[in-house]
Each structure stands twice: as C-alpha cells, then as structure tokens.
T-cell receptor, first 114, second 115 residues
C-alpha cells in the first residue's frame, strides 16, 4: 500500500517535444506529491510538488496533473530541452507516527535529443 | 547557504569490513533522513531522525546497519560486516520540520562499492 508505481522506465524525446511521466499510488493518506530531478553523480533535487486539493500545478515548463479519484499524477515537461536529460522520480508523502515519510517511484530516465 | 554535504563521496571496501558514512545537514534543519539508492532503482528509506526523539529505524534492512545523530546535527551511518549487496549510493536528506516544510534537501550521496 506504500508503493508508488512510476512509468515509463525510460523515455526519449526530441528537443521541443513534450515529456510525460506517470505515477500511481494506493495509499489515500498520501498528502504531498513531489517530483525530483536527479543528474548523474548528484542527489535528487525538488522540481515541483502538489497537494491533493488541486488538480494541476504549473511552474515554467513543468506541470503536475493530479487525479485524486484515479490516484494518479503525472509530470509534463513542455518544450523539452537537452538540459532536461536526467532521471525523474515521483514521490508521495505521508505522516507516519511522528515521521513524515517519502515513498519514491522507481525513476524515469529521460533523454532529450538535440 | 550551504547545502547537505556527505563524505566520503566514494568508498570502496572489502567484504566483511565496517564502513562509516557521514552526513552534515543544512544548519537548523531538525529532520534528517538516510536513503539507499541501488543502481537504476528508486530511493529506499533507511532511517529518520527528528530532534531529540527516538529515530525511526523501520527501514534499516538488517542489524548490520545503524546510525546516530550527534548534537542534533551531524549523522553517521555505519554498516558492519559489509556484503556485496550493500553496494549502492547512500543519500542523506534534511528538512526544516520546525517551519512545517515538507521539502527534503538531498546531499550528493556516498557511492559505496563492496568488493
């Protein structure tokens, strides 16, 4: 029930295209859904996050779409650039006891071709 | 200000040896997490520290793994009698729980290779 399922495992997009990464969860107690971007040799960095009381959040070229009833959320990267090539992780957060836990998806390796 | 730092950045050790990995969180962040990231996998939660409370050790995979946090700041993750399956990147993250922030800030990780 704590799992977050992420797809696809890898994605190749042409420069200027739209990259879409999907995640699904089971635990309805999750109340915060961040996306992290990770470059090789670096730790993950928060890209954008959403709470379940909104259906969409946009920051620049990055948009999260959230479907509470379907328990799914997705990351859309508009006008994808070669510099966006990285591994993307979705995550879901819940307060477990006194600890706020993050459960991560398995990651999507995005390659944007020039 | 300075982010989360971890040392060493890389560690190669022989099977059976003990290793210590260090994490310096962002100053003032009261919450500290350790994760393990195996090749091509997501992040696996290991342990969580919050202030002076007892740590949440629910993610530690075996009793060979332990961690401590001294003075509410620096944390050390210790792996005893390392095994080849312990090879992974160990990530530390901190969070400013006292400000109600949910965001975790990650360090660059320590890449552990057990030969």
């Amino acid at each position: 029930q704590q799992q977050v399922k992420q797809s696809p495992q890898s994605l190749i997009v042409q420069k200027g295209g739209i990259s879409i990464i999907n995640c699904a969860y089971e635990n309805t107690a999750f109340d915060y859904f961040p996306w992290y971007q990770q470059f090789p040799g670096k730790g993950p960095a928060l890209l954008i996050a959403i709470r379940p009381d909104v259906s969409e959040k946009k920051e620049g070229r990055f948009t999260i779409s959230f479907n509470k009833s379907a328990k799914q959320f997705s990351l859309h990267i508009m006008d994808s650039q070669p510099g966006d090539s990285a591994t993307y992780f979705c995550a879901a957060s819940v307060l477990s006891g006194s600890a706020r836990q993050l459960t991560f998806g398995s990651g999507t390796q995005l390659t944007v071709l020039p | 200000g300075a982010g989360v730092s971890q040392s060493p950045s890389n560690k190669v050790t022989e099977k059976g040896k003990d290793v210590e990995l260090r994490c310096d969180p962002i100053s003032g962040h009261t919450a500290l997490y350790w994760y393990r990231q195996s090749l091509g996998q997501g992040l696996e939660f290991l342990i969580y520290f919050q202030g002076n409370s007892a740590p949440d050790k629910s993610g530690l995979p075996s009793d060979r793994f332990s961690a401590e946090r001294t003075g509410g700041s620096v944390s050390t993750l210790t792996i005893q009698r390392t095994q080849q399956e312990d090879s992974a990147v160990y990530l530390c993250a901190s969070r400013n729980r006292d400000r109600g922030s949910y965001e975790q800030y990650f360090g660059p990780g320590t890449r552990l290779t057990v030969t």
